[in-house]
Nanobody
């Protein structure tokens, strides 16, 4: 069984920065990919950024502002979020995938408001 633990959410003013961290524990296999998704109130969960092998993928809405970094040896993935906007407000979920299974964290709230 695999557990993902997120940290780093909170309240920040527009233009500010936050860093989210996620660490996997338990019976860890080799993850094909790790990344971050988010879900705003009344909206579907959407991809924010993923790291697969040596490649990264970002939602258009966060390109140039967010940076994903992954440590495959430690099974951790971070998300540096700069120039935050009110529309970035959401619950952010860590995701890790093997060839067979997908795992999710409990989510961490990010609120961007003045």
């Amino acid at each position: 069984q695999v557990q993902l633990m997120e940290s780093g959410g909170g309240l920040v003013q527009p233009g500010g920065s936050l860093r989210l961290s996620c660490a996997a524990s338990g019976r860890i296999l080799s993850f094909v990919a790790m990344g971050w998704y988010r879900q705003a109130p009344g909206k579907e969960r959407e991809l924010v950024a993923t790291s697969t092998g040596g490649r990264t993928n970002y939602a258009d809405s966060v390109k140039g502002r967010f940076t994903i970094s992954r440590d495959s040896a430690k099974n951790t993935v971070d998300l540096q979020m700069n120039s935050l906007k009110p529309e970035d407000t959401a619950v952010y979920y860590c995701n890790a995938r093997t060839w067979q299974f997908a795992y999710w964290g409990q989510g961490t709230q990010v609120t961007v408001s003045s």
